[in-house]
């Protein structure tokens, strides 16, 4: 997984607020990277999973690449998680 720069971790927090493809992409890669802490690969997958239902085609390749990395199990908490999320927004 390749790693990006973002201008602040709060940029998550912001990408949640304001649900776009591109904030919800970034908030992907914050999750991804661990740039607030830990790397948390489902959440990032839930993440990406829902930039790409935006329209982010880079998104997709993210979340591809994440799934590799995940068991089955985890890519079903991720997809429950982002219906979930959907749901609410």
């Given amino acids: 997984m390749a790693r990006f720069e973002m201008g602040s971790p709060e940029m998550g927090g912001m990408a949640e607020m304001q649900p ?5 992409f970034n ?5 991804a990277t661990g740039l607030d802490g830990e790397a948390d690969l489902v959440a990032a997958h ?6 790409a239902l935006r ?22 908490m991720a997809q429950r ?4 999320w959907l749901g609410t927004h």
Avoid at 20 to 24: F, K, M, Q, S
């Fill in 46 to 51: 839930k993440w990406f999973n829902l930039a």
């Fill in 20 to 24: 776009n493809a591109e904030g919800l």
């Fill in 55 to 76: 329209g982010n085609p880079e998104a997709a390749y993210h979340r591809q690449q994440i799934a590799e990395e995940l068991s089955d199990v985890e890519i079903a």
């Fill in 81 to 84: 998680d982002a219906r979930e």
């Fill in 27 to 31: 908030l992907g890669i914050v999750y």
